[in-house]
């Protein structure tokens, strides 16, 4: 009973790991490309007059925070099978700094290829919101690390699994419960 009044608690942590990697992504994305921000998502999420690093954490915030709605709404159930509530509660503690690690990695692994595939001669010009891209190259590079960040929540919740599974394991082995 004390693990289901745990739910709601644990899905606010998720959402907050999951806005905190944006943040963290886009203070990255941003030194790629302070383009995609200035002249794409700044208008995208309405961002005005603020420092560019907070805008570009405001977006990320924003572009982020309900990933951990569905990470959550994923990882938490399937947690439940980790015995005692302590043990189920930094479990999932765990669990969700492995996703948004994971998430992390994917996402510089799609900027590191795309900085060797994605130069100014294989990149068309861009426009957005009517703006003419300066630097394409970069821009298109920071928004391939942003689209392949969502892939990497996917991937996350794989790997999340795996470790509710290996951590139920590791808590059975000790606690000698079935």
């Known amino acids: 009973m004390i693990k289901l009044a745990m739910v709601p608690l644990l899905l606010a942590i ?12 886009n203070q990255i994305s941003y030194t790629v490309s302070p383009e995609y921000f200035t002249q794409f998502k700044f208008h995208q999420f309405r961002i005005e007059n603020v420092p560019f690093r907070i805008g570009a954490a405001m977006v990320g915030w924003r572009a982020a925070w309900w990933m951990g709605i569905v990470i959550g709404g994923v990882l938490i159930p399937a947690g439940l099978v980790i015995h005692g509530n302590s043990n189920y509660f930094w479990c999932m503690i765990r669990v ?56 990497g929540g996917l991937v996350g919740i794989l790997t999340g699994g795996i ?4 951590q139920r394991r590791v808590i059975k082995s000790r606690t000698g419960t079935t």
Do not use: K
């Open 96 to 151: 969700f700094a492995i996703v948004a690690f994971t998430t992390l990695l994917v996402g510089l692994t799609a900027l590191l290829i795309s900085t060797l595939v994605l130069t100014h001669e294989h990149v068309g010009e861009i426009t957005r919101y009517g703006n003419a891209i300066v630097d394409d190259a970069a821009f298109a590079r920071a928004g391939t690390m942003h689209d392949f960040s969502y892939l």
């Open 163 to 166: 470790a509710i599974y290996r």
């Open 14 to 25: 998720a959402c907050l790991f999951a806005g905190l990697y944006g943040v963290l992504h």
